[in-house]
């Protein structure tokens, strides 16, 4: 099985330790991954902006990229729920696309969904607040979320469990929107951080010494808010958590 | 309408918005409380998604059936295409009986046809019967939510209000004496009221029925002493059989407030004896996004209002950021469809977080319509050049790797090299209220070809 690694283009530039926490925790699980330098961003921001033509080149070399690959799996829920969910919109000529679009998860779905992974050899003793991403949760169903009536499961926080010494803390609202949204951080920007100082807020008094997700354009935003405010309470991608790196 | 700048000012309060916040979150609580007493809620939710969709796609079969059996039952059925015509058709009918006094239970519909003013105008009186819309009213202003029109007043204002418009005691707020008050207060208006309005909730076409629920028995009280009720109903409001009312009314009243029913539910089949009935059947741009496959589900709306009570962004800009009639996800994509380039903004007052599409009971995909209408938005050149540009270039950048990571370089180096005060200008919305990313020394890439000696796959 050969993975095609998928880095959100912000990822690549701005975190790229949780880019090789994905790397690692992949590579240590026995799968080999590659990362294709061709790759740049699956076009999210300039089609949830309803510039769907400009987004189209983006998805153009998303299938020009990774087609060849078992799986592509990227350390994103909202970037992969683009790509699954919202590339058919775009309508790409490209047949190679249909194939390639539900071979593309997200990296906790692939643990868990693709290589059966309950459990995983890593050691965090900390406090942690799990932020559910909305597209992670709400479009890829990583979990089963607040307003639906079913059976209740997250596959995140079941990795997570499965730390060493963690200790996830229960917030008051488990899975609302931190505000990020995209180009809605800079369009509603007074919403936006009210919503982010609220769930801040919530983890805060939950106990959360890190705030956690798999989505870092959520966490930025929050870290953002929380770095402007002095507060102690750190940001990290879930995949660095999983793999054991600790807090530096 | 701007919808960024109006939450700007609602949000300056930091207070009130963490009040109203939460007023609305109580109420999502209680809903999901209430529907996770029913185990079968989410086939109960695709069951009325589809009965909504049939009955809109045979809707001119139904609406026919509706009328023939209205009318066999003795009520009289008028068509108005839009909302002139409705307030025309009712002050018609009210005029033709001299009727002064009218009392009104909660319609949307007819807020949003302006009929009050309309009739206020010919010198009729309307009043608003139900609590939170009699609330509104004395204040002037519309309402801001569908389902609890007054949610965005704390109760000392409520009781500012009485006192002045109904003499309670300066200062007083228990809400059992302001209830009270305003009991007392009505209970004079419906003795005296000569015709009664109500909206509808769901129009049986089998029966040729139409449903009001209410939850303070207002549309009874005004429709039992009156000789003259007139129901007013959107189009959409029609439903095939009286057996799938079973399905909506177990939706509607626990994704509005939480409650398992509706306090009172009340059928209308036939006039009383000595009375008239008339129902009004209103287009006003229904049949238009009838028209529109993308957005056809939002005739299905049952305005219950849980996706404003769940919307992140509703519960902390308040109902009148919104500037139209309906406020919150749901508006925001019926809203466009009225008047894209006055509600241009509200596609985008959303982080697309999706919680509404969970909570409609009609299934709605609420988050997928408001990114249609950007994509109709822009194509229409409804959105800002601002925006429009930065995206051009963000995509040029993006279409070719070498330039991404040459622009990525850059970009992180003058983050780091550029004075504070640069970066930081009143331009950087993004940097207001929060910190920009540490930039690091090397990207993802930069670091992976640092650790593959045989050189970058590509």
Not at chain 1, 116 to 130: D, N, S
Not at chain 2, 77 to 93: F, K, M, N, S, T
Not at chain 2, 235 to 242: C, S, T, V
Not at chain 2, 307 to 319: E, I, K, W
Request: proline share 6%; with cysteine; aromatic share 6%.
């Amino acid at each position: 099985m050969k993975v095609g690694l998928f880095i959100p283009c912000y990822v690549d530039q701005f975190y790229p330790r949780a880019g090789l926490a994905t790397l690692t925790l992949l590579e240590r699980l026995g799968v080999e991954v590659e990362f294709p330098t061709a790759q740049t961003c699956c076009g999210q921001p300039m089609f949830n902006s309803g510039m769907a033509q400009l987004a189209r080149p983006c998805a153009a070399r998303f299938a020009a990229v990774f087609a060849r690959y078992d799986h592509v799996v990227s350390p994103s829920g909202s970037c992969v729920a683009m790509v699954r969910h919202h590339y058919e919109e775009l309508g790409i000529a490209d047949p190679a696309l249909a194939g390639l679009r539900p071979r593309v998860l997200e990296l906790c779905e692939f643990l868990h969904d693709v290589l059966g992974v309950r459990a995983v050899q890593a050691e965090f003793p900390h406090k942690v607040g799990l932020h559910q991403s909305c597209h992670g949760l709400r479009e890829l169903r990583l979990a089963s979320g607040s307003e639906r009536v079913i059976a209740p499961f997250s596959k995140v926080r079941s990795l997570l469990e499965s730390v060493q010494g963690l200790q996830l803390v229960d917030l008051a609202r488990p899975d609302e929107c931190c505000g990020f949204g995209g180009t809605f951080a800079v369009g509603e920007e007074a919403v936006s951080c009210a919503m982010g100082r609220d769930r801040i807020s919530d983890h805060q008094q939950a106990g959360a010494e890190v705030i956690t997700g798999v989505d870092m354009s959520c966490l930025m935003h929050l870290e953002g808010l929380l770095r402007r405010s002095g507060n102690r309470i750190r940001v990290l991608h879930v995949a660095e958590i999983l793999c054991g790196d600790r807090v530096p | 309408m701007n919808h960024p700048e109006k939450a700007r000012t609602f949000t300056a309060d930091a207070a009130r918005t963490a009040w109203h916040d939460q007023a609305l979150w109580f109420i999502r609580q209680k809903r999901d409380r209430a529907v996770s007493q029913v185990p079968e809620w989410e086939e109960l939710r695709a069951r009325a998604a589809a009965i909504k969709a049939h009955a809109m796609s045979r809707l001119d079969h139904y609406l026919e059936l509706f009328e023939a059996r209205a009318t066999a039952n003795g009520a009289v059925v008028h068509w108005a295409a839009d909302g002139p015509e409705l307030c025309r058709i009712v002050q018609g009918l009210l005029a033709a009986r001299g009727v002064q006094r009218v009392v009104k239970s909660k319609s949307m519909l007819t807020e949003e046809c302006h009929l009050n003013p309309h009739l206020e105008a010919h010198g009729i009186e309307v009043v608003d019967t139900d609590l939170g819309e009699r609330i509104v009213q004395l204040r002037h202003e519309p309402p801001s939510h569908i389902v609890m029109p007054a949610i965005h007043l704390k109760r000392a204002e409520i009781g500012d209000l009485f006192h002045e418009k109904m003499g309670t005691r300066a200062g007083a707020d228990d809400p059992g004496y302001l209830a009270e008050a305003a009991r007392a207060d009505l209970r004079g208006r419906f003795l005296g009221a000569e015709a009664g309005i109500t909206g509808v909730n769901f129009a049986v076409a089998e029966l040729g029925a139409v449903v009001v629920c209410t939850n303070e028995g207002n549309a009874d009280l005004g429709t039992a002493l009156p000789r003259l009720h007139i129901a007013c109903m959107g189009l959409e409001k029609i439903i095939p059989r009286a057996g799938d009312l079973g399905v909506f009314l177990r939706l509607l009243a626990r994704s509005a407030t939480g409650q398992p029913v509706t306090a009172y539910t009340s059928h209308f089949l036939r006039p009383r004896a000595g009375a008239e009935f008339h129902i009004v059947i209103v287009d006003n741009g229904r049949s238009a996004v009838l028209a529109q496959p993308e957005f056809r589900s939002t005739l299905s709306c049952i305005r219950c209002g849980a996706c404003m009570n769940t919307c992140p962004v509703y519960r902390r800009s308040g109902g009148h950021s919104y500037g139209f009639v309906t406020p919150g996800p749901i508006g925001s994509v019926i809203a466009p469809g009225r008047d894209a380039r006055e509600h241009r903004t509200l596609p985008f007052a959303s982080s697309l977080c999706g919680s509404c599409s969970d909570v409609c009971p009609v299934r709605i995909e609420l988050h997928t319509q408001l990114l249609a209408w950007r994509r109709v938005l822009a194509s229409r050149g409804l959105v800002s050049p601002l925006k429009l540009w930065s995206m051009a270039v963000l995509a040029w950048v993006l279409r070719d790797p070498v330039r991404f990571e040459r622009a990525g370089w850059i970009g992180r180096r003058l983050l780091s090299a550029l004075p504070r005060f640069l970066i930081y200008n009143p331009l950087n919305a993004w940097g207001r209220q929060r910190e920009l990313p540490a930039p690091p020394r090397e990207s993802f890439r930069d670091l992976y070809r640092l650790r593959m000696p045989r050189g970058p796959k590509t």
